[in-house]
């Protein structure tokens, strides 16, 4: 699966991002996988037990989308799209309309 890249508005620091529905990294490795993208709030969650182990079962299927839209919220636009990941399904997929949140040429 080809990832997705977002650009930061302001320091235009470019982040890549899977958009698949699994993250196989998280099934393995756990809080590893935050850790790894710098992802601070998801590490501590993923951390606390149980209430993190239920989050890992769960982020196994949402992880990449979570840290999507969390990164959405911290500033970052969509540069590019995978050719098979429509702005419609990535809407469905991270819970709100992602149609403001393009890169503008």
């Not at 977002?6 to 899977?18: P, S, Y």
């Not at 590490?43 to 993190?52: A, D, R």
């Not at 500033?75 to 149609?99: A, H, N, R």
């Amino acid at each position: 699966m080809m990832p997705a890249y977002l650009e930061h508005t302001v320091t235009k620091k470019i982040k890549e991002a899977k958009v698949s529905d699994w993250n196989f990294m998280v099934l393995f490795l756990g809080p590893i996988a935050p850790l790894v993208r710098g992802d601070w709030k998801w590490t501590i969650l993923f951390c606390l037990y149980p209430i993190g182990l239920l989050l890992q079962l769960i982020g196994v299927n949402k992880y990449n989308f979570w840290y999507i839209k969390d990164l959405l919220k911290k500033g970052y636009k969509i540069k590019s799209l995978p050719p098979t990941m429509t702005p419609e399904q990535l809407s469905k997929k991270v819970g709100f309309d992602v149609s403001d949140y393009f890169v503008r040429s």
